[in-house]
Structures are given as structure tokens and as C-alpha cells.
């Protein structure tokens, strides 16, 4: 079975700083993977996925992601951090059958 | 994209009742539908999966008589918490997965807002 790990639980940037945040993934086959944020209280946001093609991936709200197979990995990157984009971002992987499994996520701070 | 909505988005139930989450694809058919409980700052655990006309299939771990899914259509699942107890608190989300074309075998799951459920 797929299985992800975020490493970070907590991360702090400062507004305008650049941010990277790690996933790693296991999994057999070919992934499907994902990123969501989710800001408190509300449901889940789809920030960009990865089903093939290129390996760098644009999402909304300026979030890109690369995937790097022989690493597995699929790390979330933006280049300047907003104030708005303190939430909570999970990582996913969805399997050939379908399943979704999620990574514990990590929080992020921006400080002003 | 597709949209996928819960109601309610909030409630509250003292301990003992029974409480119904539904689970709304808006603008799809949904052949599957996927339930998830979050507990406070972790992450989505997967409860169950349903496939319409058929029994959901369970999570190890989780109380099949006691979370409740049916999914009679192709644009609604409930979720019924039986006996709903304290321990029970949690954010619940769905996310349906329809036929959608261009992806080559992996049909993406669209996640409803959540529900908050407190149980007193």
C-alpha cells in the first residue's frame, strides 16, 4: 500500500521569504499526487497534482511542485510567502485503485 | 472543477443520538464516495468507501455499525454516527470520484468543506 511522509510538522518562514515544503512517498507504481492546504476549521483546498508529464507541476496561489521519482519525491515550493498562506498542507498519494492516502501534514507560520 | 458539498457543516448532539452527514456531488455522478474523520491537528484518516448500490467497504478499525454509509445515488452518500458518543468528535469530510476524462486510470477525488461534529 501507498503510504506519504511529510518530515516537518511545523515550519516557520518570514513574509516574503521562499518556502519549501518536503513529501516524500511510497509507493510501487506509478503515483498520482497531490497538495492540499486546508486553513483552519475549513475542508481541503487542491493546490496542484501530479498524474504525468512534466515533472514540475504549477498550482493556484503561486505553489509549484516537482516530482523526482528517483528521490520519491514531490516537494511544494513558492517563492515568496504571503501572510494568507499560514495553514496546514497536506501531501497525498493516490494509488491505481484509487485509494488516497494522506500525509500528517505540516503547519505553516509566516511571521510579519 | 466538480463540487461536492456536506451538510451540515456544523452540529452539535448530546451523547447517545444519532446524527446523518450528507454528502452532495453537485454537478457529477459520483460512482464512489469516500468518507474521512480529522481528528485536531492531524491528518485525513480513511473511514470507508462506497461505491453507489453497494455496501461500503470499512476501514480496519472502524465500527461498521456504528458509522452508518449509504449511497443510493450517484449524487449522495450519508454518513450516520450511531449512538454518537464524545470520543466521536471529529471533522468528517467526503470526497466523491466520478468519470472524468483525461486522466489516464486515475479518476481524482473532489473533497466536500467538512463537517464539524461536537457531541456533548
Known amino acids: 500500500a501507498q503510504s506519504v511522509t511529510q518530515p516537518d510538522i511545523h515550519i516557520t518562514v518570514s513574509e516574503g521569504a521562499s518556502l519549501e515544503l518536503r513529501c516524500n512517498y511510497s509507493?510501487?507504481?506509478?503515483?498520482?499526487l497531490f497538495w492540499y492546504v486546508q486553513s483552519p476549521g475549513q475542508g481541503l483546498q487542491l493546490l496542484l497534482k501530479y498524474f504525468s508529464g512534466d515533472t514540475l507541476v504549477q498550482g493556484i496561489k503561486g505553489f509549484e511542485a516537482e516530482f523526482k521519482r528517483s528521490q520519491s519525491s514531490f516537494n511544494l515550493r513558492k517563492p515568496s510567502v504571503h501572510w494568507s498562506d499560514a495553514a496546514e498542507y497536506f501531501c497525498?498519494?493516490?494509488?491505481?485503485?484509487?485509494?488516497?492516502?494522506f500525509g500528517a501534514g505540516t503547519r505553516l507560520t509566516v511571521k510579519p | 472543477g466538480a463540487v461536492v458539498s456536506q451538510h451540515p457543516s456544523r452540529v452539535i448532539c448530546k451523547s447517545g443520538t444519532s446524527v446523518k452527514i450528507e454528502c452532495r456531488s453537485l454537478?457529477?455522478?459520483?460512482?464512489?464516495m469516500f468518507w474521512y474523520r480529522q481528528f485536531p491537528k492531524q491528518s485525513l484518516m480513511l473511514m470507508a468507501t462506497s461505491n453507489e448500490g453497494s455496501k461500503a467497504t470499512y476501514e480496519q478499525g472502524v465500527e461498521k455499525d456504528k458509522f452508518l454509509i449509504n449511497h443510493a445515488s450517484l449524487t449522495l452518500s450519508t454518513l450516520t454516527v450511531t449512538s454518537a458518543h464524545p470520543e466521536d468528535s471529529s471533522f468528517y469530510i467526503c470526497s466523491a470520484r466520478g468519470a472524468t476524462g483525461g486522466f489516464s486510470s486515475y479518476n481524482e477525488q473532489f473533497f466536500g468543506p467538512g463537517t464539524r461534529l461536537t457531541v456533548l
Open positions: 509507493y510501487g507504481a506509478t503515483p498520482y
Open positions: 454537478d457529477f455522478q459520483a460512482t464512489t
Open positions: 497525498a498519494v493516490g494509488a491505481g485503485n484509487n485509494d488516497m492516502r
